[in-house]
């Protein structure tokens, strides 16, 4: 689950970019809105930090929609960050982050977008849309 | 991309690599190369990930799109990059052994430890 305030570092796939930083309330979750299904190739699933600290000279950024921006490594193609333009909030990818993670992850977002050849069974909240901050009760990280 | 013909064994793959390349699990079909085809491709960026394989990815936009082993004649296309309706299925587990530690399978599709 979301430890708010945890420390957790990664990094990509051929180790050049690195990121570290401590975790927001946002819950952990996985998304399945197209966008993040083409970028990943399957789904993505990532946990959001606070100004992480963010380094290593192969990271671009692709500006994917109006108000949001998606970070890889353009040595490995790793794919690892989701931010909305201007936030100090950045969503990383949590694939990359070096286990023992301590995370669980939470529920589905962007189901509604979801790909036709899987299914989603492991019993987490479902949001039909929605990626952040608006979560209805069913999404909120479990209390106690 | 344009793939010819039925496809089949479609795998969600859990080892280390395709976790941190992808941000969380990857999921592919292998593609003959004759079967094929790509446009853009000098968008693409080969990143040699071990001593028996590489991955393809877009260099614009950081899309995880292929994998191939060397030699083998065909090229595992990731599924979310297909034009839906896909008319797919996912079939199995690979890799599993090496799965993360934050999520669950629980769909019922075959695991193996490995490949």
């Known amino acids: ?144 | 991309m344009t793939i010819r013909g039925d496809l089949d064994d479609i795998a969600a793959c859990h080892c280390s690599q395709c976790r941190r390349w992808s941000g969380h699990v990857w999921a592919a079909v292998p593609v003959p190369d004759d079967r094929l085809e790509v446009e853009g491709a000098e968008h693409v960026r080969w990143f040699k990930s071990s001593d028996k394989a590489e991955r393809g990815f877009c260099g614009t936009c950081g899309s995880s799109i292929f994998w191939r082993a060397f030699g083998r004649g065909e090229t595992d296309v990731a599924v979310g990059c297909i034009e839906p309706p896909t008319g797919l299925r996912l079939q199995r587990h690979i890799w599993v052994g090496d799965k993360g530690d934050y999520y669950d399978i629980a769909d019922g599709a075959p695991q193996e430890d490995r490949q």
């Open chain 1, 1 to 144: 689950m979301s430890s708010e305030g945890s420390e957790i570092s990664g990094a990509c796939l051929c180790g050049a970019v690195t990121f570290a930083g401590r975790l927001t309330s946002e819950p952990v979750g996985a998304c399945h809105c197209s966008q993040c299904r083409r970028w990943s190739g399957h789904f993505w699933a990532g946990a959001e930090l606070r100004d992480p600290a963010i380094e290593g000279e192969p990271l671009r950024w692709f500006r994917s929609s109006e108000d949001a921006e998606r970070g890889f490594c353009a040595a490995c193609g790793s794919s690892l960050f989701w931010r909305e333009t201007g936030s100090r909030r950045t969503v990383v990818s949590a694939g990359a982050i070096t286990p023992p993670t301590g995370l669980r992850l939470e529920g589905h977002i962007y189901v509604a977008d979801k790909g036709d050849y899987y299914d989603i069974a492991d019993g987490l909240p479902q949001q039909a849309q929605s990626r952040r901050r608006v979560a209805p009760a069913a999404f909120a990280a479990p209390s106690g």
